[in-house]
Nanobody, 119 residues
Framework: QGHVVESGGGLAQPGGSLRLSCAVS????????MGWYRQAPGKQRELLAR???????NYADSVKGRFTISRDNAKNTVYLQMNSLILEDTAVYYC?????????????WGQGTQVTVSL
């Protein structure tokens, strides 16, 4: 069983930046896709960005050009650099990691980290 720990959320002003991290630990991990989602109050969870094991990434239109996803395969860690934050970015942010632990597929979620953008 793997373990996922998120960090880096907090409070920022409009136009500011935050960086989220998500580290995965466990035995015999082979990680494929890693992604970031968010869920604002009263709204559905939405996919923001996703990156494959080969480094290909895609973004939701709402964050394209402002957010950047990256990963460090040696550390089993995915990052989300968030720039030019706006009030509408306020939400709980979750990382998602998919892969295999040995022969068993997994789909892990982080515990969620609050991002608040406020004046």
């Amino acid at each position: 069983q793997g373990h996922v720990v998120e960090s880096g959320g907090g409070l920022a002003q409009p136009g500011g930046s935050l960086r989220l991290s998500c580290a995965v630990s466990g035995r015999f991990l082979s990680i494929n896709a890693m992604g970031w989602y968010r869920q604002a109050p009263g709204k559905q969870r939405e996919l923001l960005a996703r990156i494959t094991s080969g480094g290909s990434s895609n973004y939701a239109d709402s964050v394209k050009g402002r957010f950047t996803i990256s990963r460090d395969n040696a550390k089993n860690t995915v990052y989300l650099q968030m720039n030019s934050l706006i009030l509408e970015d306020t939400a709980v942010y979750y990382c998602n990691v998919q892969g295999r632990a040995g022969l068993l597929p997994f789909d892990y979620w982080g515990q969620g980290t609050q991002v608040t953008v406020s004046l």
